[in-house]
């Protein structure tokens, strides 16, 4: 438990103490959080699941084959970690790496970046990218990509969404959003939108929809989420939140649509979580950085001599949050203890 308390605390401890944090800085404190993720062994519900789904699977195939795979960009990464003999290892250090950039880069453009790190520990660094580990290389492209929205980049935009995408198909749901960096008047960016989402769909996951949609909205399988409206409602409470406090925040049109969306989606999935559990809450992770968008803005609107004591609510919130999961979760115990692959005392299982 150490461990998991050491990557909420540092970067707390940082906040509180307002100290400022330079771009060495910031490759600190994410190294420590993608190594942790990356080195890990045997941590996690779903690490078995993926070494039979995928790692194992990706030393007995082809490169075509491993092309044409349901998540190519993730089935090839395994194939190369095959193929050059590196270790399973290799995967989720990807994963770390990737999940961590986009989150640094993310949380720098923030009014509280420690803040808004902090609070991105307990559920999205922990929870997530160490267990959903396609979806924590999917998180980290979108999160590298918003900036890219925000200034009308859309080129860039939509190829990190796509490359995203390539890991976890999921991910397409933030192709669409190109629309909302359109001027008024023009209907060039929505029509280029549209046309992306239809073709980046249809290479992706039109021949899967169909399969996808009875797993996870009409088989038993959809309603055997454990926990989805909990993991939501963490979602839906920032996203109404955001909501009220949207119109006295600075940012640009583009932002200040970006999140009105993604808050409205969210509020939806509360609603609908009960009719699809596993569904809705698959997606709601990508919904999951309006957490430390609130966390981070919050604060500004508090008078500069109480910030302190905000600063320290929020933080004691995500503690909270951590604690009450890595204490109470039915699946906690999937991550304990935790251990760093062992290199040098044993090899460890070749998984393959």
Known sequence: MLVYWTLLLLPASLALARVPVSRMGWWFLGGIIALSIGLRFEVGTDWWNYIAMYFRPAGQVSFVQALGSPDPGFFLFNWFAQTLGFGYWSVNLLAGVVFTAGLVRFVRRLPEPLVAFTAAIPYMAIVVAMNYTRQALAIGFVLWALPYLYDRRLLAYLVTVTAGALFH???????????????????????????????????????????????????????????????????????????????????????????????????????????????????????????????????????????????IVVLAVYALVQYVWLVYASHSPDWFPYRVWPFLTDPGPAYD
């Open 169 to 311: 198909k999921s991910a397409i749901i933030f192709v669409p959003l190109m629309a909302l960096a359109g001027r008024p008047n023009d209907m060039r960016v929505v029509l280029g939108a549209g046309v992306a989402s239809g073709v980046v769909f249809g290479v992706l996951l039109a021949s899967r929809f169909d399969s996808l949609w009875r797993q996870y909205v009409e088989s038993e399988f959809s309603h055997t989420s454990e926990g989805a409206p909990l993991r939501v409602a963490m979602n839906a409470f920032p996203a109404a939140v955001w909501l009220i406090i949207a119109r006295k925040v600075e940012l640009n049109r583009v932002e200040r649509r970006v999140w009105a969306v993604l808050s409205i989606m969210s509020l939806v999935g509360m609603v609908l979580v009960f009719q699809a559990p596993a569904a809705v809450d698959r997606v709601a992770l990508y919904f999951s950085p309006l957490q430390l968008m609130c966390a981070a803005y919050l604060i500004r609107f508090v008078r500069p001599h109480d910030r302190v004591l905000a600063r």
